[in-house]
């Protein structure tokens, strides 16, 4: 079932880079052939909410006593450090898609300096969940930075709304501007948010089955040292 | 003139090593630990 759902990803990414590169237009508007980026930056970044809003979720029902259990935490773990790949390549791709365009890589526009906060946000939330000596204890910890550092989400979103950026409005959810993007644009567009997001759900599954094999790791280390320790005091207080 | 597909094939191979690179990692680390989580339990 996993290879079936690994083939599909893997199909549709390539059928995706297939009309990106070669079946869509330029457009002089937008660094005539760079209009391709569009194609990773737009999904990716839609990705990146996803994965936050998924640790969120899962943080959420960590938090709530009734729905409690390791499998959240390790869920909110998982997608969050998807999450700051892909953010981390939305930055990137809008730099090199910002250089042809804008004329520079980066300003400290509302909608990137929002999203560059995000990925430093989700960076210090992967290093805290290493900190804590107990899964409680880390739960807790991550569980409330998660929701914290989710409040950037809706910011970064709505950020070109709220403020005059030089980041564009959205494109495709945008009735006052009513920019329309059709045919093999409009597909290809659809088709690659469709593929990054198996891919994602891809990503989240292994990195999950890993989480969870470390954390038995640890585990069965913990109780390891806490043996030998015993050990060792029994020999101490043993009798010559 | 330039049509920028410098730029194209630079944020095109960045995702695919960026991507590809994690996904491998993720695989590499996942075997490591069930080898030898599978060794200490013959242990």
Same mark, same amino acid.
């Given at each position: ?12 990414? $390539? ?6 590169? =070669? ?14 980026? !569009? ?21 959420? !029902? =960590? ?13 909110? $773990? ?28 980066? *300003? =400290? ?52 709304? =709220?403020?005059?950026?030089?980041? +564009? +409005?959205?494109?495709?959810?945008? *009735? ?32 999950? *089955?890993?989480? +969870?094999?470390? @954390?038995?790791? *640890? ?16 020999? @101490?207080?043993?009798?010559? | 003139?330039?049509?920028? %597909? $410098? ?11 960026? !991507?590809?690179?994690?996904?491998? %990692? ?10 030898? !989580? ?6």
């Amino acid at each position: 079932m996993k290879r079936l759902f690994l083939a599909t990803t893997v199909v549709s990414l $390539g059928v995706t880079a297939v009309f990106a590169l =070669w079946v869509t237009p330029p457009r002089a508007d937008q660094g005539f052939d760079a209009v391709r980026l !569009l194609y990773l930056h737009a999904p990716t970044a839609w990705i990146a909410y996803l994965a936050f809003g998924v640790t969120a979720l899962a943080s959420l !029902l =960590w938090l709530f006593p009734r729905t409690r259990s390791a499998t959240w935490d390790l869920l909110a $773990g998982a997608s969050a450090e998807v999450g700051v790949v892909f953010t981390g390549l939305t930055l990137v791709l809008g730099s090199l898609w910002g250089r042809p365009t804008w004329g520079t890589w980066w *300003e =400290w526009d509302a909608r990137l300096t929002t999203t560059a906060i995000l990925f430093f946000l989700y960076l210090g939330y992967l290093a805290l969940r290493r900190t804590g000596t107990t899964a409680d204890e880390r739960g807790k910890r991550s569980a409330i930075a998660a929701l914290i550092a989710f409040a950037d989400v809706p910011v970064s979103y709505l950020s070109v709304t =709220w403020w005059q950026t030089l980041h +564009q +409005q959205g494109t495709v959810f945008n *009735e006052r501007l009513s920019v329309k993007i059709d045919g093999s644009m409009a597909f290809t567009l659809v088709a690659a948010v469709v593929s990054f997001t198996l891919l994602y759900g891809y990503l989240v599954l292994e990195r999950f *089955e890993l989480a +969870q094999l470390e @954390e038995g790791r *640890e585990a069965r280390e913990l109780e390891r040292a806490i043996a030998e320790r015993v050990r060792a005091e029994h020999v @101490e207080v043993a009798p010559v | 003139m330039s049509h920028n %597909w $410098g730029f194209v094939t630079a944020g095109y191979s960045i995702t695919t090593a960026a !991507l590809g690179g994690y996904f491998v %990692w993720i695989r590499l680390r996942t075997r490591h630990l069930r080898r030898t !989580l599978r060794d200490e339990n013959r242990d």
